[in-house]
């Protein structure tokens, strides 16, 4: 390939020897296997008689026609201009300027040869236009990528496969296999959800409301909210290793810990493995009083009046309110499918903490209320949502959480308090 930076002297020269090359071989090849050039009619003006002319090859125009004393008489295309195909034309075409929108530069023109753009990465050419790549809807992945010249090509995820996502380069995922994991399959996986293991653990839930929705009794709200200090710190993996094996009492195992790591995303997995360590170590003196708190923080969050007999319209003004990331409409109508209306608000605030860790719960439910308070919403509805925020701010077990898992982090050798800065 010629280098984009030389001379233009030496381009020149260059193409013009290519193209004298080229009808040296051209020529050869019709002396050498008597193959016929292609032919046209041309009508000569001056002796109004008609001749059948040999036409003029890629790379060159014809310069005169023939006549009854000459043949056909062929020159090379000059500097910018090309001709691809054998042709009776009197010029060459003229190659492009620029290359159009969503395009990118690929080859210079020649004289055989126009300039050669090609669609940006994402894009495909469709009757001279790019055109963006098809996605994949939920349920199908995909089974080729998309090209510069094609679209994506889909295919319907096979049995044992998932995709919950509309993506154009994803393929479908593969169930999680709970029984590899040693764990029991509480729900099986579809073509848009992945299988849930069961953790084995009396009374324990799904490990993750991120992949897999359902409805439990103990809501995870005050958790979430009581586990805050760590979670907010965003330990990478090796910190979080260290920290679970520095709390004390019964270690969490590591089949359990590898299932989170693979089911949660980052700022969840911290939140569910401790939740995982404090059921396992509910038992013990210290943690008891605390595993007590929790449980009463959450039977009053999940008995509040207001949140009985919601309407799907109040539902959406609540979800709308909060700020951040917001939760999936699909989330949405899955909770409205399979909980009960007096758990939509608890279900709505796990999922948006679960995307929203790094803000506070209290304090975004306070600004959600000042909002509300132009909505019709009912009175009952507020007054819950304000027993939350109450609940939240005034509880003493995130003090006491706080100050246990300082004494943990400053007493091991291995994990300072002051690496969750870095």
């Excluded at 940006?120 to 996605?135: N, P, Q, R």
């Excluded at 510069?148 to 380069?169: F, I, K, M, Q």
């Amino acid at each position: 390939m010629r280098s984009q930076q030389a001379a233009p002297a030496t381009m020149k020269l260059a193409n013009w020897y290519g193209t004298h090359v080229l009808l040296l071989a051209v020529s050869f090849t019709w002396a050498l296997h008597e193959i016929p050039a292609p032919t046209y009619q041309h009508w000569d003006p001056v002796t109004t008689h008609s001749f059948t002319c040999d036409q003029c090859p890629p790379g060159t125009f014809v310069q005169h026609h023939c006549n009854a004393n000459r043949k056909t008489v062929c020159s090379p295309c000059p500097a910018h201009h090309y001709s691809e195909n054998w042709h009776w034309d009197e010029k060459c075409q003229y190659c492009t300027v620029v290359c159009k929108e969503k395009q990118n530069f690929q080859h210079e023109c020649n004289s055989t040869h126009n300039r050669l753009c090609k669609c940006i990465e994402g894009y495909h050419l469709e009757i001279e236009f790019c055109i963006k790549h098809t996605s994949c809807r939920s349920g199908y992945g995909v089974k080729k990528l998309g090209t510069s010249e094609d679209d994506t090509v889909c295919e319907r995820c096979p049995g044992g496969y998932y995709s919950n996502e509309l993506s154009a380069t994803k393929p479908c995922i593969k169930h999680t296999n709970c029984a590899e994991l040693g764990l029991r399959t509480s729900s099986p996986g579809t073509a848009t959800r992945d299988a849930v293991c069961d953790t084995n653990e009396k009374g324990s839930s799904s490990p993750c409301f991120h992949n897999q929705l359902e409805c439990y009794t103990d809501i995870s709200l005050c958790e979430e909210a009581v586990f805050q200090f760590i979670a907010s710190q965003g330990l990478p993996t090796y910190q979080l290793d260290m920290l679970m094996d520095s709390l004390p009492g019964q270690k969490v195992d590591g089949r359990n810990i590898e299932m989170v790591k693979k089911m949660c995303n980052p700022k969840q997995q911290t939140i569910h493995l401790l939740k995982l360590w404090m059921h396992q170590n509910k038992d013990q003196d210290k943690i008891y009083s605390i595993y007590q708190d929790m449980n009463q923080c959450e039977r009053v969050v999940s008995r509040c009046p207001g949140f009985k007999n919601l309407t799907l319209d109040h539902f959406n003004i609540v979800k709308e309110s909060l700020p951040g990331n917001k939760v999936k409409e699909e989330d949405i109508r899955w909770i409205v499918k399979t909980c009960d209306p007096k758990q939509y608000i608890p279900q709505l605030l796990s999922l948006w903490k679960a995307q929203n860790a790094d803000q506070d719960t209290a304090n975004v439910l306070s600004q959600s209320l000042k909002k509300l308070r132009s909505q019709k919403v009912p009175k009952k509805l507020l007054q819950s949502l304000r027993r939350i925020v109450k609940i939240f701010n005034n509880s003493a077990i995130h003090r006491i959480y706080q100050k246990m898992f300082l004494e943990i982090i400053q007493g091991s050798k291995c994990l300072k308090a002051k690496s969750f800065n870095e």
